[in-house]
């Protein structure tokens, strides 16, 4: 699915609710691309998730490119979009499009940063070097320190105001989604009615045009206690735990490996599967 495609997905006009989920690796990237969603995005989450960070701010732009290319190698249906790392966007437009030409080169079809008005000037310089753009608002993760915490955005009146003033200036500048994370259901609505893009929440409420969850949350992989947000549709942990533990007693009391599980002295150059 291209961001054309995407930027027509609202549900006001008819369409079905957009389906996002990120993924880091090539496996992870083909069961989610398997199970039928829209867009994987190569999320900085990853430094939480996957690298064991308690924030964002410790990726480079290399690590993210590797995580690309190992999504991009699952050869996906979906769309792939990939986070710029902080602050690899910061500096300006010409580092902007420097960071994000490395994402696109390992594999990403448009990439996504956080800010508002501010980055304005960033994302025409994306657009104006063909790289489409997803803006993110509201609580935006790689903002912990000057947001003093994760802390749902958006709940006075001014604030709801901003982020809707921001809104329209990232659609404005031209980008063809955006992100809303934890911010009230109102909000997440009066934007998603206020846009001609398509607004895909995080904590968000039930009434933006799609939906993002991360991987690890989605299906029991995380180590802290879930976000309200999240809901929980595997608990592969205990799974993982399990099976783990049941090959630890097989090696341990001498069931694995079976003779089945063995080569014999016949055929030799057979492949190492037969
Ligand atoms: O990095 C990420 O996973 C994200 C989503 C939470 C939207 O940006």
Redesign the pocket.
């Known amino acids: 699915m291209n961001t054309q495609e995407i930027r027509t997905r609202k549900r006001s006009r008819g369409a079905d609710p957009l389906v996002v989920v990120?993924a880091y690796d090539v496996a992870g990237a083909h069961f989610a691309d398997a199970a039928g969603v829209d867009m994987v995005?190569v999320?900085?989450?990853?430094a939480n998730v996957v690298l064991g960070h308690s924030d964002?701010l410790h990726l480079s732009v290399d690590d993210m490119a590797r995580h690309v290319a190992a999504v991009a190698a699952a050869r996906p249906r979906a769309h792939v979009v990939a986070?710029l790392p902080w602050p690899s966007y910061h500096e300006g437009p010409a580092q902007a499009v420097r960071s994000a030409a490395q994402l696109v080169r390992a594999g990403a079809e448009s990439v996504?940063l956080e800010g508002g008005t501010k980055r304005a000037e960033v994302v025409r310089a994306l657009l104006d070097a063909e790289i489409p753009v997803m803006g993110?608002l509201g609580l935006t993760?790689q903002s912990v320190l000057a947001m003093g915490g994760y802390r749902v955005q958006a709940r006075s009146d001014d604030a709801a105001r901003t982020l809707l003033e921001d809104a329209l200036v990232l659609q404005e500048s031209g980008v063809y989604a955006v992100?809303l994370?934890g911010v009230p259901t109102t909000v997440g609505r009066s934007v998603t009615e206020v846009l001609d893009i398509p607004t895909i929440g995080?904590g968000a409420g039930p009434d933006t045009d799609g939906q993002?969850l991360?991987f690890h949350d989605l299906l029991g992989l995380s180590l802290g206690r879930p976000a309200k947000f999240v809901r929980q549709y595997a608990d592969l942990g205990t799974a993982i735990t399990e099976a783990i533990g049941h090959y630890a007693t097989d090696v341990r009391s001498g069931q694995f490996p079976s003779p089945a599980e063995s080569y014999g002295d016949s055929s030799p150059g057979s492949p190492a599967s037969e």
């Not at 999320?43 to 990853?46: A, T």
């Open positions: 990120t995005l999320g900085d989450s990853l964002t986070d996504k993110h993760p992100v994370e995080i993002v991360v």
